[in-house]
């Protein structure tokens, strides 16, 4: 006789539904029976280049020591971040993707009784990590589909110890400016951890986007956490970061799993993180083919929502779910996002000029057909 395990969960936990990420190439091949050579992937915000030839060459430097356990403390990554962004060594945390980070910040700061503060349309690892440790999640009403930081400060009360904010928006694409920002932390008690998510950061140009690592030794409540997963090209390895206090640094670290991060995503994360032509290139590929799908989208009528991401989220004037299936049978995968409050709309990670042409021509077709 099975029991009810669901019933035995955390009540937070039994009001979450598992996180779905975007279709794989190889399910949707399986299912149309089609080449996966074919299909164009456009759900999951990856890096169209692919790695960097630095990192694929740091990683097979790295295969022989398969057989041994990585660096439990990621020396070698640690000190150049800590190098390039400017802190102490002990001011770095790494995690098993920028994920690890966000939910090693839950284990450590929320439970039963207290709660975190994140805005509608906002990442849904926030409502996970939240309320898979019990904690409740106060969630914000959207401004303009971005965060309404005000409203945010005034949801903040005894109970909170976390408020998490990213900047660029996934999946709105929506950001904040620097005084934004500065006002915000002002204002935020010193006892609420402010969890900076900056996973998009390295597409902004020049002074699009604030720096968190700029407000770090103003504010020692802010945490500001990364990802080489988006720019750097190596979704795959997960391998992710933060920024924060020495003090916060050491809590997270507590409670962090012993060698979170593998020895070959250690090696190509440092690898990448030297190529600043890959990067740079990274970054021009990204503002051509922005501009390319908002060209796209305009010759068919259509509206977006503004993004400094790698991404962009479509509003296809209808429930976008008949249009999602659509693009799924002319080969193209995107990613709905009614999950997150926005049914109307399809969130389209930015390609390759091919591909992006590829997705312009089939979504033509599928609006045509109705």
């Known amino acids: 006789m099975s029991g009810d395990f669901l019933a035995l969960a955390l009540p937070g936990v039994q009001q979450l539904s598992p996180y779905v990420p975007g279709k794989p190439v190889d399910e949707l091949a399986r299912e149309l029976g089609i080449n996966p050579d074919t299909i164009v992937k456009l759900a999951s915000n990856e890096n169209p280049l ?66 975190a503060v994140f805005s509608e349309h906002a990442f849904a690892v926030y409502p996970i ?28 009360d005894e109970s909170t110890r976390v408020v998490f904010i990213a900047n660029p928006n996934n999946p709105t694409g929506t950001w904040f400016d620097a005084n934004a920002l500065n006002e915000f932390l002002q204002d935020v008690p010193q006892r609420v951890l402010v969890v900076l998510d900056e996973a998009y950061i390295e597409y902004a140009d020049g002074g699009d986007l604030p720096d968190g690592l700029e407000f770090l030794s103003a504010y020692p409540n802010l945490l500001v956490s990364r990802t080489f997963s988006k720019a750097y090209g190596l979704a795959a390895l997960r391998v992710g970061y933060s920024l924060s206090a020495a003090g916060v640094a050491d809590v997270l670290n507590r409670v962090r799993q012993p060698f979170n991060v593998n020895s070959l995503a250690l090696a190509a994360a440092c690898a990448a993180l030297r190529d600043v032509e890959y990067l740079a290139q990274s970054r021009r590929l990204n503002q051509a083919g922005m501009q390319q799908l908002q060209d796209g989208f305009q010759a068919l009528g259509l509206s977006w929502i503004a993004s400094k991401g790698n991404f962009i989220a479509l509003d296809v004037g209808q429930d976008a779910a008949p249009v999602y299936h659509g693009l799924l049978q002319e080969g193209v995968i995107v990613r709905p996002v009614a999950n997150y409050g926005m049914p109307n709309h399809l969130r389209i990670t930015v390609g390759l000029p091919a591909e992006n042409t590829r997705l312009l021509e089939a979504l033509t077709r599928v609006l045509a057909r109705g």
């Open 129 to 156: 990590v939240t309320q898979a440790v019990g904690a409740q999640a106060r969630v914000v009403p959207a401004k303009a589909w971005g965060h309404d930081l005000p409203a945010m400060l005034a949801a903040i």
């Open 50 to 115: 692919g790695p960097s030839p630095k990192a694929l060459a740091a990683i097979g430097d790295a295969l022989a020591e398969l057989t041994r356990y990585p660096d439990g403390n990621g020396f070698a990554l640690k000190t150049l971040l800590a190098e390039q962004c400017g802190v102490e060594l002990d001011q770095v945390t790494l995690g098993n993707g920028s994920n690890d980070i966000l939910e090693l910040v839950a284990r450590a700061y929320l439970g039963p009784g207290l709660n």
